[in-house]
């Protein structure tokens, strides 16, 4: 655990790729199974442990110097693991620190009673770094700049093998993955490769504008509208069926309509969607579903999970990935029109004679649950990663809306000594006249330089501290974009705004001209 | 009957307080560490949000009126009084001494009596042994007036030894590179130099020009540096494997692109919260702090044992919330002109 420790420690201050790659080669190399396959799992994502859920990390603390002083130190480090290490001090007569493979294989075993007790055991026999490093891993977020890709391209440089070979094995193995490093490291036999269900690294789009759009010729690209769900992969082959993330991380057990739905073998690309009748939910009724180990039979009835198709990437036991868009096309169509299958539809493509044409109907088009459009060239293989050039996507425009910023609160992480997070309000009629009314909350959409003078202006105009949170003066003039807006009981506005982000700041404009409530309001329909 | 004694009846509040200028000490008319030049200041050491320039007169310990004169250009306008350690002087109505704080090279407390009031301004301190200063003295009073810079029981500075190994550490698994140490240029430069030579490290350590005054000053005091000399006067130097201490500001400066492919590490209490460390672009962050972290701040109340406590520039909250908790008067006092640094 404590090599473990080391690792995370000197992975969370390395900057650089190319170090970050060395440190976790050495760590793989050096540590013997199965600590370091447990933390190969550990870093890509592949580790779960409901047992130390946050509330009982801060029963810990709060038991520890009680829940002022916890709460203090809690609201200054803005992690609550680091500041559970922090506080925490090692006890010299609790004997060795745990193994990774301990740690793992013991909270595996353990009954969620049992786990308060262990945890403490261990806490005081490890280090400050080392009960980071537990406590990062027991609540899953570890979060030291180290993607599942690259610690996949770290084991794969120690066996000398392209990254993607690696992948392809991946999701036929289980952690602490004996079978990987020893044939990585120990001239074993490469473990199979499980072909069909596997994760196929995913194509995604450039953003475009429609200025950039005249310099393409409108005769090569294809359009289809671009759904506000999330992009997944439906993967079936010999019998095993998955949902994948566009990123590759396997969500079929949140989606138990769709698995068994699937009755075909093949990999297509498609949008995650709620569905009723024919039309597609909004985006909030998706996130019902997100992130969720259980489904209750209420939420797939009443959220029932669709998959909306915009390409084929396998078919049966062929690889169409080498084809152009064009013919997969093609595929797809006569493939979806073999086979009424109520939880698959077809995305439509949108024709267009040129970009002008499509222009109106992108404007048209203000039905929820539509994010822009896709633009794909007629003749683009399938490709992993980013390419530029075959795909872009062209979003619907934010709405914008001038609001005054109210409260500011310090963010967490590498933000902990900014305020960064912005409340922001609207005109209404009050009581006593005027009043600004909160309808939302920001954090991001500035850039490093202006959050340095957003942090400085609260400082500065700083009316009163509530705790970790500011109130400033109605002073300050934010344009905030958004990409919906709902109506909300939980929030005292009425309304919620959908990824609102701040877009400029208007030191130019006075907070009386700042926009209405009302004037949101109008923007439902 | 009971007889009420002056000590009970004097509210400590009247006669020292803070103003916009400073802590002002009513019966002695003058004001200690403030923040604009004054008539009359007692200085409890050297640091720049403590000691400014310009005051009619200054008392002070030798070394940090030494250490005043070599960054204010020898304050030829100031009335300048020395006052050692042990040491008590009457100003006004008021009987002025000064204990070791054990900050930095001069740092003291200042211990105020009046009317058979006794109180402690501690200044900075901390209580880990430090090489180039005198221990902090626990001192009996009725009201003590404590930092609280790192008082959030997250901070506890680990042991000096084991950070220094760190970096020998480092040293020695990137022999082809440069350690470049960012650390404040008064008392954490040369108990840094003093803590690796303490740990073995004989060779020479390059410093920042900004650095080399007041490292001549701590030698001419006694403490031993040993072989260190100024990046400037380096001829046919790789800096490959050498250690070169410098402002943390100086890292990120273009005058750091001499080194090779250096490796930042940066000293100060703050490295203990991750997020700062990374704030501070450190690579390698070592806690090594002149200030007191949170069990030596508590253990001090315990030791020093006043009924009343005044907390000053930090994390005022916490502390006062401890204090509370063990039966001690405590409150925060708010004076101008104390800002976070390098600590």
Redesign the interface.
């Known amino acids: 655990m404590q090599a473990f420790a080391r690792l995370l420690d000197s992975l969370?201050?390395?900057?650089a790729r190319n170090a970050k790659l060395r440190l976790i080669e050495t760590y793989l190399r050096e540590t013997p199974d199965p600590d370091r396959g447990w933390a190969l799992a550990a870093l890509t994502g592949g580790l779960d442990f409901s047992s130390a859920k946050p509330a009982l990390l801060r029963g810990f603390g709060q038991e520890k110097?009680?829940e002022?002083?916890?709460a203090?130190?809690y609201d200054?480090?803005?992690?609550l693991a680091?500041?559970l290490a922090?506080?925490w001090?090692t006890d010299p007569a609790a004997g060795p620190p745990p193994t990774l493979g301990e740690v793992v294989e013991t909270l595996q075993r353990a009954t969620r009673t049992q786990t308060p007790a262990i945890l403490k055991r261990w806490l005081d026999a490890l280090d400050?770094t080392g009960r980071w490093a537990l406590l990062k891993l027991l609540t899953g977020a570890l979060r030291v700049g180290v993607s599942a890709r690259l610690a996949k391209q770290a084991v794969a440089n120690i066996g000398d093998q392209p990254v993607d070979a690696v992948e392809e094995v991946w999701h036929g193995l289980e952690a602490p993955y004996r079978p990987l490093f020893d044939w990585l490291l120990n001239g074993a036999p490469r473990p199979s490769s499980n072909a069909g269900a596997a994760f196929l690294p995913a194509m995604l789009a450039n953003p475009i504008d429609r200025a950039e759009l005249d310099a393409l010729d409108p005769a090569h690209f294809r359009a289809e509208w671009k759904w506000d769900g999330i992009r997944v992969q439906v993967a079936a082959s010999g019998g095993l069926k998955r949902l994948y993330s566009r990123a590759g991380e396997d969500v079929s057990g949140a989606f138990p309509d769709i698995i068994e739905a699937i009755d075909f073998e093949g990999v297509f690309d498609g949008e995650l969607l709620v569905r009723r009748e024919s039309a597609v939910a909004p985006f909030n009724d998706l996130q019902q579903r997100l992130n969720r180990k259980t489904v209750t039979p209420k939420m797939l009835k009443e959220h029932p999970a669709h998959v909306r198709l915009y390409d084929v990437l396998w078919l049966e036991s062929e690889d169409l990935r080498g084809l152009g868009f064009d013919e997969r096309r093609a595929r797809l169509e006569s493939w979806i029109a073999q086979k009424e299958r109520p939880r698959f539809d077809l995305s439509p493509l949108v024709s267009f004679a040129d970009w002008a044409e499509l222009a109106a109907k992108r404007e048209e088009m203000r039905a929820d649950g539509i994010e822009g459009l896709m633009l794909k060239r007629g003749d683009s293989a399938y490709v992993a990663g980013r390419p530029k050039g075959p795909w872009f996507k062209w979003k619907r425009d934010p709405m914008l809306a001038d609001c005054v910023m109210m409260y500011a609160q310090r963010g967490h992480?590498?933000?902990?000594?900014f305020y960064s997070d912005f409340t922001f309000g609207c005109w209404r009629d009050g009581a006593e006249g005027r009043e600004l009314a909160p309808v939302g909350k920001a954090y991001f959409g500035f850039t490093d330089e202006e959050l340095r003078w957003l942090d400085k202006w609260v400082r500065d105009h700083t009316v009163n501290r509530y705790g970790p949170v500011r109130e400033v003066e109605q002073k300050l003039v934010l344009e905030i974009a958004f990409d919906g807006i709902a109506r909300s009981t939980r929030h005292k506005s009425g309304v919620a705004m959908r990824f609102p982000r701040i877009s400029r700041i208007r030191t130019d404009k006075p907070a009386a001209e700042a926009d209405s409530v009302d004037n949101l309001l109008r923007l439902l329909s | 009957m009971a007889i009420t004694t002056a000590t009970e009846t004097l509210n400590p509040r009247t006669w020292l307080y803070p103003t916009p200028r400073g802590l002002y000490c009513e019966p002695g008319d003058f004001y200690i560490d403030p923040a604009f030049a004054v008539p009359r200041a007692v200085i409890t050491h050297g640091h720049g949000d403590h000691a400014r320039p310009g005051h009619r007169k200054a008392l002070a310990t030798p070394e940090t009126l030494a250490i005043m004169r070599t960054r204010f250009q020898d304050m030829p306008d100031t009335e300048q009084q020395a006052l050692r350690y042990g040491e008590s002087v009457r100003i006004g109505e008021v009987e002025v001494g000064f204990a070791p704080a054990g900050h930095i090279l001069g740092s003291a407390q200042a211990v105020l009596a009046y009317r058979g009031q006794r109180i402690v301004v501690s200044g900075d301190y901390k209580r880990r042994p430090d090489p180039t200063c005198p221990p902090f003295e626990p001192v009996p009073c009725d009201v003590f007036i404590t930092e609280a810079t790192f008082a959030?029981?997250?901070?506890?500075h680990?042991s000096d030894t084991g950070e220094i190994g760190k970096l020998l550490r480092s040293v020695a698994t990137f022999p082809e590179r440069t350690h470049l140490v960012g650390v404040y240029a008064l008392g954490k430069c040369q108990r840094v130099i003093r803590l690796l030579r303490e740990a073995g490290y004989d060779k020479r350590i390059w410093l920042h020009g900004g650095l080399m005054s007041l490292c001549r000053l701590y030698q001419e005091h006694g403490v031993d540096l040993g072989d260190v000399a100024p990046v400037s006067e380096a001829i046919l130097e790789t800096f490959k494997g050498a250690i070169v201490l410098c402002p943390p500001s100086a890292i990120a400066d273009r005058w750091s692109r001499r080194f090779a492919e250096p490796i930042a590490a940066v000293c100060s209490g703050w490295m203990?919260?991750?997020?700062?460390?990374?704030?501070r672009g450190?690579?390698?962050?070592l806690v090594i702090s002149d200030h007191a972290d949170w069990p030596e701040l508590t253990q001090t109340l315990k030791d020093v044992g006043a009924p009343r406590v005044w907390v000053t520039h930090g994390?005022e909250?916490?502390l006062v919330?401890?204090a509370r908790?063990i039966g001690i008067d405590a409150e925060a006092l708010h004076l101008a002109g104390r800002e976070e640094e390098d600590s």
């Open positions: 969370s201050f390395q900057p110097i009680g002022e002083l916890f203090l130190s200054y480090v803005g992690d680091e500041t922090l506080i001090e400050s992480g590498k933000r902990s000594s | 959030l029981p997250v901070f506890h680990p203990n919260v991750r997020a700062r460390a990374r704030q450190a690579e390698l962050p994390r909250e916490a919330h401890y908790g």
